[in-house]
């Protein structure tokens, strides 16, 4: 099974910019259907972003379209979420997630990482 480890997270203002890095091993990253997650205080893990396995194909939010971007390098076994202006509600613990289907990301079988915590101040 893929682990993932997350990076990136901090503490930033709103207008910022942050980058999130999910690195994956123990799997073939390059066979995975990568994504990201968020969960705010208190409230329900929603679904970001998704990228399929080349990168050719991507969707998102509707709360996050235009201001954020997956992307991924499977020569460095890496996705990434790149986050522009930054509102206080994207406030939240981003977690990193691999299926082997597209479906699967948001239904499981899949692998989570542990998060990383982005919190974005007014």
């Known amino acids: 099974q893929v682990q993932l480890v997350e990076s990136g997270g901090g503490l930033v203002q709103a207008g910022d910019s942050l980058r999130l890095s999910c690195v994956a091993s123990?799997?073939?990253?390059?066979?995975?259907?990568m994504g990201w997650f968020r969960q705010a205080p208190g409230k329900e893990r929603k679904v970001v972003a998704q990228?399929?396995?080349?990168?050719?194909?991507?969707d998102s939010a509707d709360s996050v379209k235009g201001r954020f971007t997956i992307s991924r390098d499977n020569t460095k076994n890496t996705v990434y979420l790149q986050m522009d202006s930054l509102k206080p509600e994207d406030t939240a613990v981003y977690y990193c997630?691999?299926?082997?289907?597209?479906?699967?990301?948001?239904?499981?079988?899949?692998?989570w990482g542990k998060g990383t915590l982005v919190t974005v101040s007014s």
């Open positions: 997630v691999a299926a082997k289907t597209w479906a699967g990301l948001t239904t499981g079988p899949r692998s």
């Open positions: 123990g799997g073939t990253f390059s066979t995975y259907f």
């Open positions: 990228i399929n396995q080349s990168g050719s194909s991507t």
